[in-house]
């Protein structure tokens, strides 16, 4: 999966991808090169999991970012800009909240104004697309009519109405068919969006960061259909990224912080676009693994290797606290909280589980 970061010029943006992905980049000037880089998922349950098995070998999840040049119409106007967004899963609406005079802004610091700037911009360019297949179909329909072809117009029909009513179409009630049917637009207003409101420091920033959202009245866009939003402090987490786990604790709880803005960052995108984490844990490696919300027993086989998922026969499941709790593996079984589960065990955000196969 990957995740677009979008937003104006001198929002925190390209430092916000640098402090996440731990990568050093050159001045980006005007070139509208996409930048990508990987970061792992911090979790405490895998930490935990760990610790109890001390394996040769922990990997976390990872999410993928693209960091894009500053957004705006002309931007969305250059293919190679629109083909870098396009390609992403959900989208990072990285916001201004802070005031530094060293950083020039034009006018007020205004998020809410900066949403809906951005956001306008998502929905001409995908208007501009529905408009041109819609052309394209009057004439394929003309020559012949299909049932396809006839979904496929009155779904675009929709589509066009809703973002002439300044709807992105994120928020326009789709079926299943109905978004397989248009998903090759892949159109940039329809891909969830995370909010992130970049704050200035300050001695209260653990508060700040709370009331964030509310400060700066995001939370009616934040509650719309695939929408979602937090609060950051980019200076903060820059220097957290220097530091080594003791230091970086010992500085968060300075700020009355048990957690770094990051780390709600990633959940909240996680949770934004339905996926959930589950584990496999054994002397040699403890893992977390990625899969959609709603995922069975097989799917979840698959994502540890196609070969599972055609051959699966059972999951040994536990939650991953309950397996704490018992100790080990053996005594879970024993008590009783280590089940087999078949095919159509629905994989729960937290699960550890061995697969077994007949491959």
Not at 63 to 78: M, T, W
Not at 317 to 336: C, P
């Amino acid at each position: 999966m990957k995740t677009g970061i979008i937003g104006l010029p001198q929002v925190g943006k390209t430092s916000l991808f640098k402090i996440l992905t731990k990568a050093r980049l050159d001045e980006r000037g005007h070139s509208r090169q996409e930048h990508i880089g990987v970061a792992r998922v911090p979790d405490e349950r895998l930490d935990k999991l760990s610790a109890l098995y001390s394996p040769k070998k922990t990997t976390y999840a990872s999410v993928e970012f693209v960091d894009v040049a500053a957004i705006g119409q002309e931007a969305l106007k250059e293919t190679a800009f629109l083909t870098s967004l396009r390609n992403v899963d959900a989208l990072i609406h990285v916001l201004r909240a802070f005031e530094e005079e060293s950083i020039a802004h034009v006018g007020p610091i205004d998020p809410l104004r900066d949403i809906r700037s951005v956001e306008f911009d998502l929905m001409i360019s995908d208007l501009t697309q529905v408009e041109k297949r819609l052309e394209r179909l009057e004439r394929d329909l003309k020559k012949g009519r299909t049932n396809d072809l006839e979904h496929e117009q009155s779904l675009l029909l929709r589509s066009k109405e809703a973002l002439e009513k300044e709807l992105p179409l994120r928020e326009l009630e789709m079926t299943a068919e109905e978004k397989k049917l248009i998903k090759g637009f892949m159109f940039l207003s329809q891909k969830p969006i995370l909010y992130v409101l970049n704050i200035g420091e300050s001695v209260t920033l653990g508060d700040d960061l709370e009331a964030a959202v509310s400060r700066w009245k995001l939370g009616e866009v934040a509650h719309r259909p695939n929408a979602g939003a937090t609060a950051i402090c980019g200076k903060v987490e820059a220097e957290l990224a220097e530091m080594d786990d003791e230091e970086a604790a010992e500085f968060l709880g300075s700020y009355g912080l048990h957690e770094s803005g990051l780390v709600r960052l990633i959940r909240k995108s996680y949770e934004l676009q339905g996926l959930i984490s589950f584990f496999t844990a054994g002397e040699d490696e403890c893992r977390a693994w990625t899969i959609p919300a709603g995922s069975k027993a097989p799917q979840g086989a698959g994502a540890i290797h196609s070969d599972l998922e055609h051959h699966f026969i059972r999951a040994e499941t536990i939650r991953w606290d309950n397996l704490l709790a018992a100790g080990s593996e053996a005594s879970a079984r024993a008590k009783g909280t280590l089940r087999l589960e078949g095919k159509e065990y629905m994989v729960q955000d937290g699960d550890v589980m061995h697969i077994r196969h007949s491959g």
